[in-house]
């Protein structure tokens, strides 16, 4: 297919511009999807803000990950989808014969592909996530829930890694799409969840998605003592996920759980942070700090399965929609934390 479509180019801080490119062109194995949704997220918010993306973006570059859409055509020796098919592409793809794969951390794949793109009219699907992280939609999940695989991905990546069990207190710092997401399932799973949040209308997004209490860290003296109190015996929780990226809600953390609990430092700060930690404390209270990051093969699945299966909503969290032309404005209007969650941006706009 050649000709020229209309693409979201990132250039550098706070600078996307919407131009005309060329139509990418397949190679074997390859497939272009006609992008139908693309979904904001806080990944794509601070690769805006800060111009890049330590390991998924180099401007100038087309910019975007949660896409679903139609295939448009496939290359030479596509196996399983053909022209016309409903389909959501993961980001990435691990290469499954490192080290890494070989371990079950393909997250960590010494040569995970990303793909970048999904603010545009079309996107080329290289032939290893056709292979390993391409799905074809069900006739009843809209592409707009379909999109919210990935970041629903890396969620359940998070909490398989944190280990909970039913019943047990969970903090979750944060209540942007990630932070509303880890609350949801925590839930889903039979924990007590404690969201810990900035604005009025994250404390209702936050009950609104399972929630069973939360603490407006603006509304209190010491956010660490408010969720404390909320634990039996004010001992702490038995889990913490840190789903913000800044290094205070780090430190927070780590005072926030219990004796022999267990830390996630989801959040991925900006380059080059560093955090204070109580070595004393660390040692004595046995405590586990774990870190995750991306999904797996598996994740995705089973994050597909939850969303085909409607138990988690991509309604609860797409609080609105844009064409591609807004999208620098939609950025912009994200930093100013203006309540929405997730905008579903529409390229045939």
């Not at 209309?6 to 060329?22: N, Q, S």
């Not at 993306?53 to 401007?59: E, T």
């Not at 603490?215 to 003592?225: E, Y």
């Amino acid at each position: 297919m050649n000709g020229q479509m209309t693409a979201a180019v990132l250039y550098g801080k706070e600078d996307v511009k919407i131009e005309r490119v060329p139509i990418p062109k397949l190679e074997e194995g390859e497939v272009l999807v006609k992008v139908q949704v693309a979904l904001t997220c806080g990944t794509d918010l601070k690769v805006y803000q800060r111009g890049y993306h330590a390991r998924m973006i180099v401007p100038p570059a087309l910019f975007g990950h949660e896409l679903a859409g139609v295939i448009e055509e496939v290359g030479p020796n596509v196996k399983g989808f053909k022209k016309g098919m409903r389909v959501v592409a993961l980001n990435s793809a691990p290469c499954g014969t490192c080290f890494y794969c070989s371990k079950h951390q393909e997250n960590l794949c010494q040569d995970l592909l990303f793909n970048n793109g999904a603010y545009a009219e079309y996107i080329r699907i290289p032939r290893r996530i056709v292979e390993t992280n391409m799905l074809a939609i069900p006739k009843h999940v809209s592409y707009e829930e379909a999109a919210m695989v990935e970041p629903l991905a890396c969620v359940l990546r998070g909490l398989h890694e944190t280990k909970m069990e039913i019943g047990d207190s969970v903090a979750v710092i944060g209540a942007g799409p990630i932070g509303l997401m880890f609350v949801q399932v925590a839930k889903l799973t039979g924990c007590n969840v404690i969201s810990v949040v900035k604005r009025d209308s994250q404390v209702a997004a936050a009950r609104r998605i399972g929630a069973d209490s939360a603490v407006q860290i603006t509304a209190v003296d010491d956010p660490v003592k408010a969720v404390r109190k909320l634990t039996p015996d004010f001992r702490g929780c038995d889990v913490v996920i840190e789903a913000v990226g800044r290094p205070q809600a780090w430190e927070w953390s780590i005072d926030m759980v219990r004796k022999g609990g267990t830390v996630n430092f989801f959040g991925g700060c900006a380059n080059g942070t560093t955090v204070a930690l109580d070595t004393q404390r660390l040692h004595y209270n046995e405590l586990t700090l774990k870190a995750t990051f991306h999904h797996t093969p598996e994740t995705v699945r089973k994050a597909f399965s939850l969303i085909c299966e409607n138990k988690i909503k991509g309604t609860d969290y797409i609080t609105g929609e844009a064409p591609l032309s807004r999208l620098q404005q939609v950025l912009r209007h994200m930093l100013n934390r203006n309540g929405d969650i997730k905008t579903a941006i529409i390229p045939g706009q």
